[in-house]
């Protein structure tokens, strides 16, 4: 990825994608709702959220296979709305990425050149550049059937690439790889797309795939856009509970703000208190809930010694071990259960926590993420 790459956090950058209160409605349901949202040149950006939360209508938009029914969608500084889909500089890749099967990997990848009637040479060298980009060279002669099922992706990556869009869309591109299949192309379409710089836009339901590939992702959530942000923003500092609850692991400790100076301290129905770190401008008795993301969690057979700042004890119910990691599911005195995930780094630990252990959770006040909504 591109070192120093961040447009959206410049001020003077105007986005290539912009849309501007855009709502959608299919026979009277809201399917996008008032949505703004402003995507840059040379981004890969990524939509995620649970099915029907409109990711796939937006896409589709932008494609100009939808009209929006209120709102603009701009790009550069054009409105793009009246534009029909083979006059947009858009490429959509759709989710069964269907080649024509009697046409050779070389007449998939020409077909859109030859439809704008290029002249032959140039799309024998258009074909030729677009098969190394996906390191098929060779293959241009073969059909569909010949292929493995990532060189179809490539293929069909290759088709869309071909009459260089401004912007491509993929709508779940890689649904139908297997798992390491995915996370090898995964690394390649990055490849890809910080080679040529053409701005990327992902429909995903695999919040993987949208942390590992995106410069940005929006969040959505019933046609409404929860929150922008790089992976890492998203994941460290959600700005929702239910942000903080769909993307990733999650404990989440409900109560009221019971002081908001240096730093909050919220408490629990238990009266127990707990310090985060960020102060909050909302006022003390507010219904507030600090998130804590498992692997900030720390286990142990004792309370840790020190200043017992964010201890809470309990009872080890579950053990999920996933090879790398370990997760630990812990009932609390309250009855609720959090969760703590353990790297497994030694084989043979001294003396390793199991089912029905009485340990202890801790976090610092810095681990907790101070959620109002
Ligand atoms: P998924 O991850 O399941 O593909 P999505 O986030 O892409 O979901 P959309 O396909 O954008 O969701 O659908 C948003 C909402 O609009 C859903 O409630 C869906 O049922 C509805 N919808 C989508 N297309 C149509 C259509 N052609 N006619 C009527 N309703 C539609």
Same mark, same amino acid.
């Given at each position: &990825?591109?070192? *120093?790459?961040?447009?959206?956090?410049? %001020? *003077?950058?105007?986005?290539?994608?912009?849309? +501007?209160?855009?709502?959608?409605? @299919? #026979?009277? =349901?809201?399917?996008?709702?008032?949505? *703004?949202?402003?995507?840059?040149?040379?981004?890969?950006?990524?939509?995620?959220?649970?099915?029907?939360?409109?990711?796939?209508?937006?896409?589709? &938009?932008? =494609?100009?296979?939808?009209?929006?029914? +209120?709102?603009?969608?701009?790009?550069?500084?054009?409105?793009?709305?009246?534009? %029909?889909? @083979?006059r947009r500089p858009v490429n959509m890749m759709f989710q069964s990425y269907a080649l024509f099967p009697h046409l050779t990997v070389f007449n998939n990848i020409a077909f859109g050149l030859k439809q704008d009637r290029l002249p032959k040479t140039e799309i024998a060298e258009r074909v030729a550049e677009m098969l190394r980009l996906v390191r098929l060279d060779g293959l241009g002669g073969r059909k569909p059937h010949q292929l493995s099922g990532g060189e179809r992706q490539r293929v069909a990556l290759a088709r869309s690439l071909a009459k260089r869009p401004k912007v491509l869309l993929l709508d779940e591109p890689l649904a139908a790889l297997d798992k390491k299949l995915r996370e090898e192309t995964q690394f390649e379409l990055m490849?890809?797309? /910080?080679?040529?710089?053409?701005?990327?836009?992902?429909?995903?339901?695999?919040?993987?795939?949208?942390?590992?590939?995106a410069h940005r992702m929006a969040v959505m959530n019933r046609g409404r856009v929860a929150q922008v942000g790089t992976p890492a923003q998203i994941y460290e500092q959600p700005n929702s509970r239910w942000v903080a609850e769909f993307v990733g692991d999650v404990n989440l400790i409900e109560g009221t703000l019971a002081a908001n100076a240096d730093g909050a301290i919220l408490t629990d129905a238990q009266g127990r208190?707990?310090?985060? =770190? #960020? /102060?909050? /401008?909302?006022?003390?008795? =507010?219904r507030i809930a600090l998130a804590v993301r498992p692997e900030k969690l720390k286990l142990a057979h004792a309370p840790p010694t020190g200043e017992a700042i964010n201890t809470i004890g309990g009872r080890v119910v579950d053990i999920g071990y996933l090879g790398d990691i370990s997760i630990y599911k812990v009932r609390l005195e309250s009855g609720a259960t959090m969760k703590a995930s353990v790297t497994n780094a030694t084989r043979l630990a001294e003396r390793a926590v199991g089912w029905e252990d009485q340990v202890w959770l801790s976090f610092a006040p810095e681990a907790a993420v101070l959620l109002t909504a």
């Open positions: &990825m591109r070192r *120093n790459f961040a447009p959206w956090s410049d %001020p *003077n950058a105007k986005a290539l994608v912009r849309f +501007e209160a855009v709502t959608k409605r @299919y #026979a009277g =349901a809201l399917a996008v709702e008032g949505l *703004n949202l402003d995507i840059f040149e040379g981004e890969f950006f990524a939509l995620l959220g649970p099915s029907g939360c409109g990711k796939t209508t937006l896409l589709r &938009m932008l =494609a100009g296979f939808e009209t929006p029914d +209120e709102g603009r969608i701009l790009l550069g500084s054009e409105d793009i709305v009246g534009t %029909p889909p @083979y490849e890809l797309q /910080s080679r040529l710089g053409t701005t990327f836009v992902i429909v995903t339901h695999d919040q993987e795939e949208a942390m590992t590939v208190s707990f310090h985060a =770190a #960020a /102060s909050t /401008s909302a006022e003390p008795g =507010a």
